[in-house]
């Protein structure tokens, strides 16, 4: 079954994100709650699942990033294909060039595609002027 967006106002997750949800952290978890009430569209793309389960898979194991993605794709968050957004993507990496990874560019292409609110733990995001951002600092 294939998720579709649902034109209303969406929470975009970064990998840092993912980290802190699935960390328990609680900063983070009504931006999610709101998404799994069906308030807000919670929108990832591939390449951010992949840095996620990469980045998991390193900390935490293979298991562990095998069932953080698992969850991510059984839930209502919609899962963008790369397709949809990489031509988008790499002209914010030309505009922004060393301030964004090509992921980070990914997140803002998203951000653009569905006008929806950034949840990230880079602080690069946070002085944006053109999207909206909801920064969360790690300590």
Known sequence: MTKKYRKKEANVFDTGAFALYFGGDERVKPYFDEVFRNEKQGVVCELILGEFWYKTCE?????????FLTRI??????????????????????????????????VLALAELTKG?????????????????IYIEVE
Do not use: P, Q
Not at 59 to 67: F, Q, Y
Not at 76 to 91: C, D, G, M, Q, T
Not at 121 to 127: C, Y
């Open 117 to 133: 609110t950034i949840i990230t733990t880079d602080s690069d995001f946070k002085d944006l002027k053109e999207f909206k951002v």
């Open 59 to 67: 900390k935490l194991g293979t298991k562990k990033a095998e069932d």
């Open 73 to 106: 794709c059984t839930s209502n968050i919609l899962i963008v294909e790369e397709s949809k957004i990489y031509s988008r993507a790499a002209f914010f990496k030309c505009k922004y060039r060393d301030k964004f990874s090509f992921v980070d560019c990914h």
